[in-house]
């Protein structure tokens, strides 16, 4: 039994059914997703369940033990394509970015918050060296015109930087990020996945997770040495406190796309995959301090 916590287009899903998988469980937070699959996904019948969900409650979908979890995290090339869904700069559409149907969406935190946390948005979540700029012309443009558009706040974002040279990100990409992770709590999401596939996983079970940018990657990473069992805080005047026994063994040190993938799939440039495999020691609580995680909390805020 395998759980794909990112469903998405059913690429990993597909390739798991075709590899001999005898159930896999799709779980995913966008409706859209399971209308778009719904024309291949009843020729496999019970082996194939579809749940509208979130990965951070994967247990909880996957009711029962299982041998692999696979998540592909971040926005998919199908809600990037699609200009009402918000989340491009380079497609005009509503400043949405929700990847469910629930909670607030970009363009109401760019209409609610204040000039500090918004700010504090843009840089922790989006390591944006001109997060106060930003914040500063966002709260002046919106006293006059509500921002409701991607449009309106690439150019907002464009006017506060530079032209870019040539080879360089858009100049809205950090923004847009930041922004997108608020909306989706996908940091919080995470690690509540990564401890909920913990907890399903049976001995020997795989976990899999590709990431794409730094700031999810080394959460991942953090996870699986922590998991791992490794000794931490060590120095030269104190020995290495005793570690738990090791939840994972970590299999990789993060993969990166080879040229073949670069050539089909050009998205796959920033992607990094980190596997671990299940022991048999019992499931815990994870340490979230050491993780790496932004010090800014959306949910605070809402």
Known sequence: RWLDGTFGAGGYARGLLAAGADEVIGVDRDPMVFEMAAPWADEHGDR?????????????HADGPLDG?????????????????????????????????DGPSAADLVARLDE??????????GEERASRRIARTIVKRRAEAPITTTQALTGIVESCLPRPKPGQSHPATRS???????????????????????????PGGWLAVV??????DRIVKRFFQARSGAAGN??????????????????????????????RNPR???????????????????????????????????
């Open 116 to 125: 500090e946390a918004l700010a504090d948005i843009l840089y922790h979540y």
């Open 69 to 101: 979890v696979v998540l592909d995290l971040g926005v998919s090339s199908m809600q990037l394509d699609q200009a009402e869904r918000g989340f491009s700069f380079m497609k005009n559409g509503p400043l949405d970015m929700r990847m469910g149907r």
């Open 268 to 302: 796959s440039r920033s992607a990094r995959l980190r596997v671990g495999r299940r022991t048999d020691a019992a499931p815990g609580r994870v340490d979230r301090t050491g993780l790496g995680l932004p010090k800014y909390d959306i949910r605070k805020e809402f």
């Open 211 to 216: 990431s794409f940018h730094s700031l999810e």
């Open 176 to 202: 847009f990020q930041a922004l997108r992770i608020a909306v989706n709590d996908e940091f919080g999401q995470l690690v509540d996945g990564l401890e909920a596939a913990e907890r399903a996983l049976v």
């Open 234 to 263: 060590a120095n030269r005047y104190a020995p290495a406190t005793e570690a738990d026994a090791p939840r994972f063994k970590a299999l990789t040190k993060g993969l990166a796309a080879d040229a073949d993938e670069l050539a």
């Open 48 to 60: 194939l369940r579809l749940v509208e969900g979130t990965f951070s409650e994967l247990d909880t």
